[in-house]
Structures are given as structure tokens and as C-alpha cells.
């Protein structure tokens, strides 16, 4: 039996709330989504699951080819490791995954862009690599109704705790579903982010079965089919 450990959101939320004067990204854990969630997890508070977290790492960077391979747990690696956790590929003590339309706040929410290539020579100079991780803060909206087609759609709106130099969609204090102040609001470095979700099938990539694909729409951007997954921190085995 495990038991979910919620510290990790109230981590985050103090974090958030002694950096929210911040108007410009500082560092790169202020701007890098993986170096935050790093410089999370690192807190005395999660050495053990950081520590698992490191080895889990450690075995999914070595099975994977040199030019697939980094020093960080980068979204691509988070993303394998919860794969591999949902597939009994991996043990864990300290985390699971999930389905995602199960999220729960202080879930490490994960997507990855189809078209995603590890190689990181093979991407454009600063193109972005369509991959993101962030802290799920709220689950703001779930279970929409399709008008058109008059059946229920699984669509789910999350409010994110987030690293980026995005501007838009993002706010350095939290909002609600009904407000729209949020979307003018330009703020990068650490903040909350809205995320909409609309889950498409289940797909098999990256050498797993049950790759989530979802429809994500960040607010003032276009909508992009992303692969998600979760993790979610746990207490440890009792």
C-alpha cells in the first residue's frame, strides 16, 4: 500500500510565493523546466525519493543511445521513467504513474511533442524541443460536455506551477477557471500556467504502449497534440 505524499505541492507553493516579485528569469532554474523541478526534488525534504529518482535516471539514460542521453532529468527521461513505471519495467518506492486523467495536484505533470528527436543535434538552433514538466497546482476544470455531438468529451484544465519564458497564458499569482486577467498577464521565470487538455487515444512510442496523446492548448497559442504522463510522489511502501 502507498500513500500519497502532498509535500511536494506545498514545496512548490512556497516557492512560488517567495519568488513571485521576481519579473525576469534570474537563473536557470528559473527559466529551465527540468532545472526547476531538480532544483525542487533536491530539498532535504526528498532526498530519498530524489535519490531513487536519480538511480531510475541513471538506468534509463545507460539503455539509451549516447546522442538520447543527459546529465539532467530532461521531460524526455521523466517521461521514459513513467512509462516504464506504468509498464512494471521499473520498481519504485517513492513514485508512481498514473493515468493522466487521473491528475491530482502535486502530481509532475510531463508531455512530449510526437515528433519530439532526443538527438538534440538534429533540432534548429534555440527551436524549441516540444517537451515540458511542471507541478500540477489545480485540476480547474474536468469531464466537459460536447455539444455537438451531444456525448461527454474527456477534457481536462489543469493550473500549472512552471518554469518557462513563455509569456502568455501564465500569471504570478493564482487564478480561477472564470478569469480571463490571467491571459494578458506577461510573465515568465517561475509561475502558474493554464493548460488545456483533450484526451485522444493511447498509442504505442518510444519502445511503450499506453503513450497518452492529448490535444493541449496553452491560452493565446494554437493547440498541439502532445504525449502526457504523470508522477506522482509517494510516501514510501507501508
Not at 519504485?92 to 519530439?116: N, Q, R, T, V
Not at 500549472?160 to 493564482?174: C, E, H, V, Y
Not at 503513450?211 to 504525449?227: A, D, I, V
Request: aromatic residues 10%; neutral net charge.
Amino acid at each position: 500500500m502507498t500513500i500519497i505524499d502532498e509535500s511536494l505541492l506545498g514545496h512548490t507553493r512556497n516557492y512560488i510565493f517567495s519568488s513571485n516579485c521576481a519579473l525576469e528569469p534570474k537563473n536557470d532554474e528559473q527559466k529551465v523546466c527540468y532545472q526547476f523541478i531538480d532544483h525542487l526534488l533536491s530539498h532535504d525534504s526528498f532526498y530519498y525519493a530524489w535519490e531513487e529518482l536519480k538511480k531510475l535516471h541513471t538506468y534509463i539514460n545507460d539503455k539509451l543511445p549516447a546522442s538520447h542521453q543527459a546529465e539532467h532529468i530532461i521531460p524526455y527521461h521523466y517521461h521514459l521513467i513513467s512509462l516504464s513505471l506504468k509498464n512494471n519495467d521499473l520498481k519504485s518506492d517513492h513514485w508512481s504513474s498514473p493515468p493522466i486523467e487521473e491528475a491530482i495536484p502535486g502530481d509532475l505533470f510531463i508531455y512530449i511533442d510526437p515528433l519530439y528527436n532526443p538527438d538534440p543535434s538534429q533540432r534548429k538552433a534555440k527551436q524549441p524541443s516540444g517537451t515540458h514538466i511542471a507541478v500540477i497546482d489545480a485540476i480547474l476544470k474536468d469531464k466537459d460536455k460536447d455539444k455537438d455531438k451531444d456525448k461527454d468529451k474527456a477534457i481536462q484544465s489543469l493550473r500549472l506551477i512552471d518554469a518557462s519564458q513563455r509569456l502568455k497564458g501564465r500569471s504570478k499569482t493564482p487564478f480561477n477557471f472564470e478569469d480571463n486577467d490571467f491571459i494578458n498577464s506577461k510573465a515568465s521565470g517561475i509561475a502558474y500556467s493554464y493548460l488545456h487538455l483533450e484526451f485522444l487515444s493511447k498509442e504505442y512510442v518510444f519502445g511503450f504502449e499506453n503513450n497518452e496523446l492529448c490535444q493541449c492548448r496553452f491560452p493565446g497559442q494554437k493547440g498541439t497534440h502532445r504525449y502526457c504522463s504523470l508522477l506522482r510522489l509517494n510516501r514510501g511502501k507501508i
